[in-house]
Structures are given as C-alpha cells and as structure tokens.
DNA sequence: GAAACGTGGAT
DNA sequence: TATCCAAGTTT
C-alpha cells in the first residue's frame, strides 16, 4: 500500500476542491471546538447559521462561561442534541476555574472536559494545535470501507477500533489538521453514502470498492432495530391572557427546553380527560374540559411521538411541579424568548389561532 | 456495550 | 409516507 500517495493524493484533491466554510477561516481552538460540537451528527448547511449566531454572541470562552445556560439552550433551540449546548458550557466553566481560560492543548486534559470524546479531540487537537491525532467520524467509516473493502459494519461500536487502526495509520503526520479534513471532506463531496462521484475522485486507482465494482455495497451497516411510537397529551393551560410553560429536567430528553405540561398517555379511551389528569398531576392545577388543538407527529432518533396538544382553561390551584423543574407564566406574544422543542413548535400555530379566535 | 439522544434534507 | 443518515458522546 502506497500510504505516500494516497496521502498526498487527497492533499492536493483538498486544496484544489475544499469548501469555504466558517470554521476553515480561522484556527481558534474555541472556535475550532465549538464548530466541531455543532457538526456532531448535523449537516453543514444546518449547522453555520447556528456557528454563526453562536460565535458572535459568545466568542471566546469566558463570554460563554459567564452567560446563562438558558440563553445557551436559546441558541441552540432547533439544533438537537441539547445536551451538546449543557456540556459547552459546563466544559467553559472548567476552563476558566481550572485552566487559565485556554481550551487544553492537552490530548488527556482535553478529553476529560464533558461532551469531548475521541472524535472531538482529534480533531480539535490537529485542526487547532496540528498534534498528530486520526479522526474517525461516518465520513472517514465511509471512505475506509470503500478504499480498503472493509467489511466491518459502519454503525457497530465494537468495529469501531478497526477503522481508528487505519485511520492512524493513513494519517499525515506533517499536516494532521489538513489531513483529517480532507478525508471528512471526501466523504462529504465525493465518496457520498449514495450515488458516489467516483470519477471525481482522487484515489480510484486505489479503491478497492471501486475495482471490484462493489462500491453500491459498501459500507456495510448492521440493520437498525425500529424504533416503537408513543402518544403523549400535552395540556397548554390559559389563565389571564398567560399560557403555563414548563422546563424540562437538565438531563435526557430535551434536556433543558421549555413545552406545555405533557406526559405520556396510557392507553386513555378519553384522551382530554387523560390531559386533565395529566395537568393535575404535573402541575397542580384543576382545569375546565380540554379541548383539543391539533395532533402533531414529530420523529426522534429511537421513537417516533404522537401529540395530541389540548387548550385547558385554568380553573383553580396553584402550581406545584411533579416532573418539570421550573415554570412560568408567559404571553403568547413572548413565547419566542424561550426555547422549546420542535413538537411544541409544529403545534404552536394552531395553539396561536385558537387563542386569536377567543 | 447497547441504548439514549434531535432535527431536517434527500430519496 | 417511510427510511436513511449526518464532522458522536454519554450512561
């Protein structure tokens, strides 16, 4: 194997083809860290806007760690992955107590910060500190398995430390950062999951999928179970002109973000009854018959969600939280100052008419 | 080590 | 409409 070649090979394909992208512009380790976060399982496309936004409302870590979590989770509001957004901050909180406000150059310091794990490491250490570190992410999976006919399955952890053997071993140790990308790249713009652009590509005299004309058939993947669905009730309770938000919880499931008291329904042969129920238990309060809004479907990653959103007049009580961890009270014109959720959002239109109509 | 963890675009 | 899947990490 002419390790040389290929090397230098994809190097020049990449200075030839690379795109301008805003964390290509500048080698700010924090800047460098935060794109690298926001890219983790999201789209290019999805994510500049939000690294845009991100980096000129908190551009350096010291800004980010005296901001309020909550105004971090506002940003990232639509982004997913929200725990991404609690351990940002937490990890430049540590900075700043602990490391003289600097990201670690480290590869051991670094990696214990919360939301850094091998890939984030690697690539932040090359990109930001040009230390010899391999990224492996589905993009470099994807182009291993094509170049070298791995039959290791891409989306199986345990053949994980197959591809990171190659990875390092194809590393250029000279410019590690340049590297790491262009493999990234590759995959990104040529060596595509479907319909690849082989003839575009920089290393057809070495692929191995490509001469045995197996390259539809490559990378391998382990089936998916499917993932169930559950119903939830979600109850928007209107007391004086002010809709009841709750906050969840700042771990699991959208972590963080604000929505209407909700629960998963169970069984419910009368669902608005099963709302007020719902409202009572969550929240404490009693409320007038719920009537029913809209049913939005919305897909997460291991559920598919059913909710069934109800408008339910306050009738007496105080609140007193069994779930949630924070309320407030809130005028549907202020609505947007909080982050929530994309079902709340999907539903949030039709919870708008309804209120315009009263 | 399997499962949890979001969302939107492409097909 | 259903499925795939994207610059992964945590528990």
């Known amino acids: 194997?002419?390790?040389?070649?290929?090397?230098?090979?994809?190097?020049?394909?990449?200075?030839?083809?690379?795109?301008?992208?805003?964390?290509?512009?500048?080698?700010?380790?924090?800047?460098?860290?935060v794109s690298e976060v926001m890219l983790q399982q999201t789209r290019v496309k999805t994510v500049?806007?939000?690294?845009?936004?991100?980096?000129?409302?908190?551009?350096d870590v010291a800004v980010l760690a005296g901001a309020d979590l909550q105004a971090v989770y506002k940003l990232w509001e639509g982004l997913g992955y929200y725990s991404r957004a609690r351990h940002l901050h937490a990890a430049a909180g540590m900075i700043m107590a602990q490391m003289g406000g600097r990201v670690p150059s480290d590869p051991q310091v670094l990696r214990r910060l919360p939301g850094i794990g091998d890939y984030i490491a690697a690539a932040v250490l090359s990109i930001a500190f040009d230390q010899p570190f391999a990224v492996v992410d589905g993009n470099v999976k994807r182009v291993l398995a094509r170049v070298f006919l791995m039959e290791t399955p891409v989306n199986?952890?345990?053949g994980h430390a197959r591809f990171q053997t190659v990875a390092d071993r194809l590393l250029d140790r000279e410019q590690p950062g340049r590297?790491?990308?262009?493999?990234?790249?590759?995959g990104a713009l040529v060596c595509t999951p479907k319909r690849?652009?082989?003839?575009q590509c920089p290393w057809t005299a070495h692929c191995r999928a490509l001469q045995s004309g197996a390259v539809p058939d490559f990378p391998r993947r382990v089936k998916p179970r499917r993932p169930g669905e559950q119903f939830w009730v979600a109850g928007a309770v209107l007391k004086k002109g002010r809709l009841l938000l709750t906050r969840r919880p700042d771990r699991g499931l959208l972590a963080g973000l604000w929505e209407f008291p909700c629960d998963r329904m169970d069984g419910a042969a009368d669902p608005a009854a099963d709302c007020a129920a719902m409202v009572r238990r969550q929240v404490g309060l009693h409320c007038?018959?719920?009537?029913?809004?809209?049913?939005?479907?919305?897909?997460?990653?291991?559920?598919?969600?059913?909710?069934a959103l109800y408008l339910c007049p306050w009738q007496g009580g105080r609140v007193r939280l069994d779930g949630p961890d924070h309320f407030d009270w809130v005028r549907p014109d202020q609505l947007d100052r909080l982050p929530l959720h994309g079902a709340v959002h999907k539903a949030l239109p039709a919870?708008?008419?309804?209120?315009?109509?009263q």
């Open 1 to 33: 194997m002419d390790w040389d070649g290929l090397r230098r090979e994809l190097g020049d394909w990449y200075e030839r083809v690379r795109r301008d992208l805003p964390w290509r512009r500048t080698r700010d380790p924090y800047a460098i860290w």
């Open 48 to 59: 500049i806007p939000y690294y845009e936004r991100f980096l000129e409302r908190f551009p």
């Open 156 to 158: 199986h952890p345990p």
């Open 179 to 186: 590297h790491n990308q262009a493999l990234m790249e590759l």
């Open 196 to 199: 690849p652009l082989c003839p």
């Open 288 to 307: 007038a018959p719920p009537q029913h809004l809209v049913t939005v479907r919305h897909a997460y990653t291991h559920f598919k969600l059913r909710m």
């Open 351 to 357: 919870l708008l008419q309804a209120l315009r109509g």
